[in-house]
Structures are given as C-alpha cells and as structure tokens.
C-alpha cells in the first residue's frame, strides 16, 4: 500500500512541477504575449481529458504496465517541453501532449491503490487523493527551489523530469514486490 501511494505522489508531482510555473516559462522564454497563456492552459485541459478517458481504458487492461507508460510518457515530455520552451509552436503541443499524459496517470495510479488495499478501500481512495495533493506541493515546491536558485525558467520542466524518473523507479519497485508475492 505505501509503495502505491508513494507512486502516486511522485509519478503526479511531475504535472504540478510544469504546471505551477506556466505562465513564467510561456512569457519568460517562449515569448508569449500574457493573453495566451489561458488559450494554452485550455489546450491543456483539453489534453487533460483524453488522457483520463485513455488511461482509464489502459488501467482496465494492465495496471502496472499502464503505471509505466504513462509515468514514463510524462517524463519524456516533461524533457520535451524544457527543450522545445522557446518554440510557439512546439511548445502548444507538447505542453497540449504533457495534459494527456498527465491524466493518463491518474486511472492506472487509483487502481493500483484500490487494489493494494482490499480490506478499506474507501480509506485507500482518501489516502490516495491525500497522496496526489502531496506530489502537487512537492512538485510545485522543489520546482520552485529552482527557479530560486536562479536556474531559470526551464528549470521546472527538468525538475518534472527528475521527479517522474523518482515515480519510474518507486513504480520499479513496485512491480517487483508485487511479483514476489504472487505464489508461483
């Protein structure tokens, strides 16, 4: 169950690392005009949604592997929103792509959860929404740390990065404990 929640708060924190620091990042080095920035955050909502109704779809079908991939998709992109920042164009859709894989998290992260917990899983679901608003404030936290430390604005994306390789590797484990218990 720990592992569980401890997946959740790092394979989310990488949304709210991004996130949090949008409008920065779009007017600071993308060079958007600050009436923009609702239009992509839109975008993004957008993105949001598909990546719900996808990751729902994946989480019935395999959780674990749908944890991974979705996990490691937000990582990737996390990458590729630091790399394309500058980018108009670029930027739209990747940051439109991080809402999908963003969301596309959140079935597979609940199920997973649920599924430890079979003896309360009204608790395991409130200890897991307790579990997604950590990741935000880690997110947004250690994000915020480096954009203090002067490493610009970019900073928070590579940060995003490192928190979804952290999720990548509770997920690992994860994986690896939940096979150890399967009889063989």
Do not use: E
């Not at 600050?34 to 719900?52: E, K, S």
């Not at 990458?79 to 991080?98: C, D, E, G, K």
């Not at 599924?115 to 880690?138: K, M, Q, R, V, Y």
Request: charged residues 5%; proline residues 5%; positive net charge.
């Amino acid at each position: 169950m720990w592992l569980a929640l401890a997946m959740t708060v790092f394979g989310f924190a990488p949304v709210f690392a991004v996130i949090t620091f949008i409008a920065p990042i779009m007017t600071g080095v993308g060079g958007f005009s600050p009436g923009t920035v609702p239009v992509v955050m839109a975008l993004f909502g957008v993105g949001l949604v598909a990546g719900n109704l996808i990751g729902g779809k994946l989480a019935d079908r395999a959780v674990m592997p749908s944890i991974y991939g979705s996990v490691g998709l937000l990582t990737l992109l996390a990458v590729v929103v630091a790399l394309v920042s500058s980018s108009q164009i670029a930027f739209i859709v990747a940051i439109t792509l991080f809402g999908v894989a963003a969301f596309a998290t959140v079935p597979p992260l609940q199920t997973r959860v649920l599924d430890t917990a079979a003896g309360a899983p009204t608790l395991a679901s409130a200890a897991n929404i307790g579990a997604f608003n950590l990741g935000n404030a880690i997110g947004s936290f250690v994000a915020g740390l480096t954009i203090d430390a002067g490493l610009g604005y970019t900073a928070p994306a590579w940060t995003a990065a490192l928190l979804g390789l952290v999720g990548l590797g509770v997920a690992g484990a994860a994986g690896v404990q939940a096979r150890r218990l399967v009889p063989a």
